[in-house]
């Protein structure tokens, strides 16, 4: 069984900062992309940022760029979100994502997510 645990969530001010992490457990043998994606009350979930395992190649959704980085630590099976200049429209719950999860029994999950942080940007 692989698991999906995030933290770093809570309230934070317009304009301040919040680092999200998230580390996969289990037996894992290898893991394709990981990333975050959120959802704000009455909206749909969106993609926030995602990163491959093998060339770190990294995707954003354009009203983060700029502002959230991803980063990845394949040694720990853990994946960063630095999130900063936050605004209130960031608020949401925010989940971990682990696609193409290969365990060493040879089993493949295709994704897995984690149970989401909620984020508030509010003074």
């Known amino acids: 069984q692989v698991q999906l645990v995030e933290s770093g969530g809570g309230l934070v001010q317009p304009g301040g900062s919040l680092r999200l992490s998230c580390a996969a457990s289990?037996?894992?043998?290898?893991?394709?992309?990981m990333g975050w994606d959120r959802q704000a009350p009455g909206k749909q979930r969106e993609l926030v940022a995602v990163?491959?395992?093998?060339?770190?190649?990294?995707n954003y959704l354009d009203s983060v760029k700029g502002r959230f980085t991803i980063s990845r630590d394949n040694a720990k099976n853990t994946v960063y979100l630095q999130m900063n200049s936050l605004k209130p429209e960031d608020t949401a719950v925010y989940y971990c994502?682990?696609?193409?999860?290969?365990?060493?029994?040879?089993?493949?999950?295709?994704?897995?997510w984690g149970p989401g942080t909620l984020v508030t940007v509010s003074s």
């Open positions: 289990g037996s894992i043998s290898s893991i394709y992309a």
């Open positions: 990163i491959t395992g093998g060339s770190k190649t990294t």
């Open positions: 994502k682990a696609d193409r999860v290969v365990t060493t029994t040879g089993l493949t999950y295709l994704t897995r």
